[in-house]
């Protein structure tokens, strides 16, 4: 069955990077983007950009322009999430779905989700 | 706020039917672009629900339904049941901001 499987939780201090990791089975990886959307303890999700698996192609949400890099990496069917200078308002979980940037068929499935902590 | 506009919340009995709307603006929804609905149990991550604004999923019950029409969109479910307690978003695209944007979020208590 199609499955996206993220890596463990992390804690980081602020300032500090994170490299989430979601790996993909049961479909062909690069016939299909991976979007990543994180949820703030307590709040609503937040759409954080898109990566093609195809051709490495990626969309990011302005807000995070400039601290955001998402790869993949097709030998593996894996896709990768990094955030640089973390600040308390980046705790959050973090979850990757399979699907475009824009479109008609919508995020599916998700990942389990990532929680990341940064605290000092 | 969100660029999608949810009730905060919404409440029904069992057996009755409720419906959430999501609305949007010229750049989104009104743009003609597709709405998604996604439903969040606690503490798990969100599954979709409704594709392309009114297309389930193998697997989704009929009791949901989707429909769009202007700048605004609604999900619809029928038939409450105690499992449906949730938190439902709409999703969609939005070409002012180049970006997918989801609605804030709506909770579904069922009395």
């Known amino acids: 069955q199609v499955q996206l499987v993220q890596s463990g939780a992390e804690v980081k201090k602020p300032g500090a990077s994170v490299k989430v990791s979601c790996k993909a089975s049961?479909?062909?990886?690069?016939?299909?983007?991976i979007s990543w959307v994180r949820q703030a303890p307590g709040q609503g999700l937040e759409w954080m950009g898109w990566i093609s698996a195809y051709n490495g192609n990626t969309n990011y949400a302005q807000k995070l322009q400039g601290r955001v890099t998402m790869t993949t990496d097709t030998s593996t069917s894996t896709a990768y999430m990094e955030l640089r200078s973390l600040r308390s308002d980046d705790t959050a979980v973090y979850y990757c779905?399979?699907?475009?940037?824009?479109?008609?068929?919508?995020?599916?499935?998700w990942g389990q989700g990532t929680l990341v902590t940064v605290s000092s | 706020q969100s660029v999608l506009t949810q009730p905060p919340s919404v409440s029904g009995a069992p057996g009755q039917r409720v419906t959430i709307s999501c609305t949007g603006s010229s750049s989104n929804i009104g743009a003609g672009y597709d709405v998604h609905w996604y439903q969040q149990l606690p503490g798990t991550a969100p599954k979709l629900l409704i594709y392309?604004?009114?297309n389930r999923p193998s697997g989704v019950p009929d009791r949901f339904s989707g429909s769009k029409s202007g700048t605004s969109a609604s999900l619809a479910i029928t038939g409450l049941q105690a499992e449906d307690e949730a938190d439902y978003y709409c999703?969609?695209?939005?070409?002012?901001?180049?970006?997918?944007?989801f609605g804030g979020g709506t909770k579904l208590t069922v009395l």
């Open positions: 392309g604004n009114s």
């Open positions: 779905a399979r699907g475009g940037n824009s479109g008609p068929l919508g995020f599916d499935p």
């Open positions: 999703q969609s695209y939005d070409s002012s901001l180049s970006a997918r944007v």
């Open positions: 049961g479909y062909t990886f690069t016939s299909y983007g």
